[in-house]
């Protein structure tokens, strides 16, 4: 059973000191020159500054004390060891198992889960070198050059975010794109300028019978045989059509009988667990078409950063361990400071998907208005993560950040050396000097970005500058707006699978003081469900129609008359 955290002494604690709590950043830093050193961890590469968060000495050991008091280092080491953590389910909780090192054994519920993981591995990198390598062709043994995923949730999510994080590492040649959505217009546009001869389709769902997933897959089926028969590449039969579809299509699944109904060779088939949740599985065969693209001693790489992370956060004392501060804080924030939304701003374009990928990881994670034991949560949950990549969001939102009535609190991540070292030639020696490095001017908003949220500009400040008294309000910046900085050596593999993972593990913490199952998504199933039931009406059938409400009813007929 939970513990209820709004009954611990701790959280006694924090209401009352967040009742009298008058955030003052400019006055803290003041009175503690050591603040920013304090407040400043090393997390494996990620190096994390916390001091421009409104929190104090007294307030950071409350939390600690709450982390104490809902038993939060039992909960992450029973998650480590594989325990049924996922009550809902009855499951283990094993995403640290893909890449935890193969000399590190691990049994769970009678099997030997480290060897499965490697085993399936191997099998994810044959197959990546096959492609890699020009080994596995198509039908008229030509070499792939453009694989396709499709998949939706964390088939797609996850894979995608990755491969644009790490477009640099992507061998010369390949190419891969994502089709997730069923709207028919995603497959239409990923596949128009493809050549079907060069193409490989991987089709990316546990149960091969994720509606979108296997909708898409057939319409990519029905496109490569076109293709291929308009080409001349295969004869129009049941054995060219049969062909093509082992020569052009994988899967990532367990359901080896669908797989192969498909007209997928189940030797081509890439499994994982039901202890991997779609969300938290990038790093499992869900990845097969990045380790396609990087190559295995990268997608490695990639493996031994999750896995570093893993090691801060297991073994990392809490008041140092960054992963249990930073969930810890946007407990503070969602149910003290009363914010509802997070913002994740990456002063880095390749992270321009890192976002939405964390819309599913911490949305669909601590979305819940029930604990793990079927009983009502006794505070809110949860936070609607949000974000766009520096400097665009410069442009757009921040006006809301800096100078709104809302409290936001924001984590901004940058690397110090870019995989695209430019300078700018031309400068005009005021904005940007001649020949000046343009990833330095882009930390510079970085920086000053998060100074000026921490410390903000006072009426006094705006009134020396000169500025009419009728405006001074407007160009007041209150500050005291919290900020994260996180700052990597540059955007490996590694690097990237530490911030995937710690942001695993901050909403692991927050999921154990809410005292909710992270792990389970029940609140997508209604809708799916629903979906299947109103599909007839759409179509036609009017006993379907009739059963719908008036409102659903009523949409579906305009629909038909609009669409007839």
Known sequence: MPVDATTTHAWGSLTELSANLVPDLRGWFAADPDRAGRYTH??????????????????????????????????????????????TEDRAVLHTALRRPSDQPLTVDGQDVTGDVADELAKVYAFAEKVRSG?????????VRTVVNIGIGGSDLGPVMAYEALEPFVQDGLEVRFVSNIDPTDVAQKTADLDPTTTLFIVASKTFGTLETLTNARLARDWLWRSLVAAGAIEDSDEGRSDAVAKHFVAVSTALDKVEA????????????????????????????LAVAIGPDAFADLLAGFHAMDEHFRTTPLDQNVPVLMGLLNVWYTNFRNAHTHAVLPYAQQLHRFP?????????????????????????TGEVFWGEPGTNGQHAFYQLIHQGTRLIPADFIA?????????????????????????????ANFFAQTKALAFGKTPDEVRAEGVAEELVSARTFPGNRPTTSILAPALTPSVLGQLVALYEHITFVQGVVWGIDSFDQWGVELGKKLALEIAPAVVGDEAALAAQDPSTAALITRYRELRA
Do not use: C
């Open 262 to 289: 498909f007209g997928i060779d189940p030797a081509n088939a890439f499994g994982f667990w039901d202890w991997v949740g779609g969300r938290y599985s990038v790093d499992s065969a869900i990845g097969t078409s």
């Open 135 to 143: 080994e596995w062709t198509g039908v008229t043994g030509e070499r």
């Open 415 to 443: 690397v110090a050396n870019p995989a695209y070292p430019l300078t700018d030639a031309v400068g005009d020696g005021k904005d940007v000097a001649a020949g000046a490095d343009v990833h330095g001017l882009f930390l």
């Open 356 to 380: 939405a990928y964390l819309q599913q990881l911490t949305m669909e994670s601590n979305g819940k208005s029930v604990r793990w034991d079927g009983s009502p949560v006794t505070t809110d």
């Open 42 to 87: 090393q997390a494996a590469d990620l190096h994390v500054d916390l001091s421009k968060n409104l929190v104090t000495d007294e307030v950071l050991a409350t939390l600690l004390a709450l982390a104490d008091e809902v038993g939060l280092t039992e909960r992450r080491d029973a998650m480590f060891a594989g325990e049924h953590i996922n009550v």
